[in-house]
């Protein structure tokens, strides 16, 4: 498989907790980060910190968690995303892609949007919404 035409890709929640877990699952991902800049949203930093506290990770195991996730480029909020995330969020519900329920996903698609990279991501909401490369392709 050739090298990723993106210079960022960004990573779903499950794909970093993937990552950082060494599952099995992960390894459909690595090609599409070769040579790639791997980023994550604001909300996956989020996602993945309210896991290990669920989770009720020890303080060393969170402050690892910390550590690897700050090895990504977070991609921040701000009006040009809140603007993209309305986009996407109005046309799921004209396209009945019911979204109530996971508007973190909502914002994650945004930002690969806004950003104009692809998404890795198992997640098959993604691939139902217009304008969202996801990656591995089906």
């Known amino acids: ?6 210079k960022l890709v960004l990573l779903d929640t499950c794909v970093v907790s993937d990552r950082y877990m060494a599952r099995q699952g992960f390894d459909v ?8 800049i791997p980023a994550i949203s604001f909300v996956t930093y989020g996602e993945a910190l309210e896991g290990a506290l669920q989770a009720n990770w020890t303080e060393k195991r969170i402050s690892d968690y910390q550590a690897h996730l700050r090895k990504y480029l977070l991609l921040p909020a701000d009006r040009e995303l809140a603007a993209m995330f309305a986009r ?7 396209s009945g892609i019911g979204v ?8 994650i698609a945004a930002t690969a949007m806004k950003f104009g990279i ?9 691939r139902r919404i217009k ?4 990656l591995p392709p089906e």
């Open 88 to 94: 996407v969020s109005a046309e799921c519900m004209r």
């Open 118 to 126: 692809p998404l890795l991501s198992n997640d098959r909401l993604f």
């Open 1 to 6: 498989m050739a090298a990723p035409s993106h």
């Open 100 to 107: 109530n329920s996971c508007q973190n996903d909502l914002w």
């Open 29 to 36: 991902f690595k090609p599409y980060m070769v040579g790639a």
């Open 131 to 134: 304008g969202l490369t996801v």
